[in-house]
């Protein structure tokens, strides 16, 4: 089963209501990262639950999809897109998160 469709939730999941504005992504705190990263985690694993998905096959690909971001994605690029989604611009978050790991992305997606 392909779990293609968890991709657009990952980028949905990115958002969290009522995040603290900072004037700056140097202003995001780590911890404010990991509570980023934690909601991406849990959004995808609704989104996979919601379509139905066996838990052990959305658990592998949320956890692919965990480690693509965690390995190619500077701390840079995760205040900043933390930062960005503060102020509820999806286009950016994607551009930083997304858009450049596309392809090894899609590759967890479209693992057995």
């Given at each position: 089963?392909?779990?293609?469709?968890?991709?657009?939730?990952?980028?949905?999941?990115?958002?969290?209501?009522?995040?603290?504005?900072?004037?700056?992504?140097?202003?995001v705190?780590?911890l404010?990262?990991?509570?980023?990263?934690?909601?991406?985690?849990?959004?995808?694993?609704?989104?996979?639950?919601?379509?139905?998905?066996?838990?052990?096959?959305?658990?592998?690909?949320?956890?692919?999809?965990?480690?693509?971001?965690?390995?190619?994605?500077?701390?840079?690029?995760?205040?900043?897109?933390?930062?960005?989604?503060?102020?509820?611009?999806?286009?950016?978050?994607?551009?930083?998160?997304?858009?450049?790991?596309?392809?090894?992305?899609?590759?967890?997606?479209?693992?057995?």
């Amino acid at each position: 089963m392909k779990t293609r469709h968890l991709l657009p939730f990952l980028l949905l999941a990115l958002h969290i209501p009522g995040a603290l504005a900072q004037s700056s992504a140097r202003e995001v705190s780590d911890l404010q990262i990991a509570g980023f990263k934690g909601s991406m985690d849990n959004g995808c694993r609704e989104a996979g639950k919601k379509h139905g998905d066996p838990a052990s096959h959305v658990e592998s690909v949320c956890a692919c999809l965990r480690r693509v971001l965690e390995e190619n994605v500077t701390i840079d690029n995760w205040r900043q897109a933390f930062f960005e989604d503060s102020r509820a611009n999806p286009a950016e978050v994607q551009k930083l998160l997304i858009t450049p790991n596309a392809e090894k992305l899609r590759a967890c997606a479209e693992k057995p």
